[in-house]
């Protein structure tokens, strides 16, 4: 169990990552994150890797977006069936085959069908809007990982880092080693052919 502690000096206090008080063995927390730090700049996409990431994810936004456009057109035609049938009825009120009491009533439930339809349709470009946002700033996020790291939250630290490397992550003083690293992340930034150093099965970063 990864614990911290603070050891105050002459000036100021120093921090420290350890185990637990048997153990005996502590290092600095500056350092560690440092080179932690340094462990997540070496995640750079290639640019290959991103392109067919990239375009995986477009795929899959335009078969989500079919279903909206779908429904899209659905309330539009709706509408206009609406529209029709109120131009229908202000000819049968002129005729005198539609009293004023109908009329109103019809006119009424066709106010309230328009204003559901038409905050369907609000709905449906807010999703639009969302999802290209979203896009767009996991697409950026992928290229400046040990930013995102540096500028997040402890819970988005640990997101980070959990979803990274899915066995125990462990730091010597000099360097960190897993035994592997999450696949997907793997194949976006290529990091198996790039790695300081793999042998008897353990991942090492210099």
Request: aromatic share 8%; net charge positive; glycine share 6%.
């Amino acid at each position: 169990m990864l614990t911290g502690s603070a050891s105050k000096g002459k000036t100021a206090y120093h921090y420290y990552y350890h185990c637990t008080s048997k153990c005996g063995l502590r290092f600095k927390a500056g350092l560690a994150n440092d080179i932690f730090v340094d462990v997540l700049k070496t995640f750079i996409p290639k640019l290959a890797a991103l392109e067919i990431y990239t375009s995986a994810i477009i795929s899959d936004f335009k078969e989500t977006t079919k279903g909206q456009d779908r429904e899209r057109r659905q309330i539009i035609s709706e509408r206009e069936n609406i529209s029709k049938r109120m131009q229908n009825a202000r000819i049968m009120r002129v005729d005198g085959q539609l009293d004023d009491k109908d009329f109103k009533r019809l006119k009424q439930e066709s106010n309230k069908r328009e204003a559901e339809l038409e905050k369907q349709l609000g709905n449906l470009s807010g999703k639009y809007s969302e999802m290209g946002n979203l896009l767009e700033t996991g697409l950026k996020k992928l290229s400046g990982l040990a930013k995102l790291y540096e500028n997040g939250s402890v819970s988005e630290k640990r997101e980070i880092v959990s979803s990274i490397f899915p066995e125990n992550l462990v730091f010597d003083g000099m360097r960190y080693r897993t035994l592997r690293i999450n696949e997907v992340v793997r194949l976006i930034y290529q990091k198996t052919s790039d790695l300081s150093s793999k042998k008897m099965g353990q991942i090492f970063w210099k």
